[in-house]
């Protein structure tokens, strides 16, 4: 999901339509701009993001209160509401089941299992998998949890956003080891972020496993922040061999996209 100020405000799109789907819109909104900015903020934030007044967002948040979408906490601030969590996980296995064909082709023409993930606040999950037939492979649990700063997607993921709001992130959640080779010094992270926007991948190095390399791209236009991977011993995952697969990766990465987008069918 693109940060607010990429988003033209709600004050200001046309309106489509009649004020039913204007309030629609509206709502909608608003619950990607709280998402946006971490999931809890008060009415002031709102308006001066939106561009909408008061008493607008007062309303539209008084009904989202009463559906479950949105709550008020102690501190009169608002919070994402705990109905939004169903539609977050059906989502996330409609998103898998889109992607797994897309997966399967990697598999078959890398011979390495292949992985989507999201940047759900700030972890990365995993949400479908394709795992390699070889009897040494690499797995991750669907639904699994990790820190970004030590994985190919969460690389993958942070290249796309501010420098600003990478560090703040990594305050929050801290850099801590999973192995020797992880990059566990924010400047240091920054600098890999610079290479994976100039050479267009991420890589994992030995920094989540020992033994393991994933290399991973983002998905261009993704309604949400998704990047796909492929992951393998670092036997078979050498410089030659990335060199035939990040192509590949870029290709099925674009052809997922319109798939998400709508542009194209799923498989």
Partial sequence: MPPSSDRTTAATRPANGSSGVQSLERAFDLLER???AGGAVGLSEL???S???LPT???LMRTLVACGYVRQQPNRRYALGPRLIRLGESSARLLGTW???HLARLVEETGETANMALLDGDEVVYVAQ???RHSMRMFTEVGRRVLPHSTGVGKALLAHLPSDEVRALLSRTGMPAATEKTITRPDDFLTALEEVRASGYAMDDNEQEIGVRCL???VPDSPTAAAISVSGPAGRLTEEATGRIVPLLREVAAELSE?????GTPS
């Fill in 34 to 36: 709280m998402a946006d």
């Fill in 47 to 49: 308006s001066g993001s």
């Fill in 51 to 53: 561009g909408l007044p």
């Fill in 57 to 59: 967002i007062h309303r």
């Fill in 99 to 101: 992607a797994r064909p």
């Fill in 130 to 132: 394709v795992p390699s």
């Fill in 216 to 218: 991973a791209v983002s």
């Fill in 259 to 263: 798939t998400l987008t709508g542009n």
